[in-house]
């Protein structure tokens, strides 16, 4: 709530209700994920209402999206990082950047501040790269 009152966004039901599941989503999630658990508690929501809620959550910087082969991803995490999508799978895996954090750097940008990064690097999760060993 506290959240959505900081970035000047109006408190509503659906609001909240859709924060509270994103909040036990875990880290990476999918719109219609969202929409087919909310649907439980919340009957008459749609699933543009979801995608609605999504984008002005993410046009105020509560959440960041990207893109993987055409599908949205929405997380939470808003540090620099990189996503690693499992292509076994299919989960996304963190990969911290901190180790390399002049990779934003690298890119000339003439003094311009960089905002939001959204890097995707596609190979096998921490899991899938034991199991397949
Ligand atoms: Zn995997
Ligand atoms: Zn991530």
Redesign the pocket.
Known sequence: MELLRKSGLKVTPQRLSVMNVIMEAGEHFKAEEVYRKLKKSEPSITLATVYNIFRSLTDNGIINSFEVDGTTWFESNLDAHANLF??????I?DVSLSENSNLLEQFSLDGRKVRSASLVLKG??????RNSR
């Open positions: 499992c292509e076994k799978c299919g989960t895996e096998l999760c921490t899991k899938c790269s």
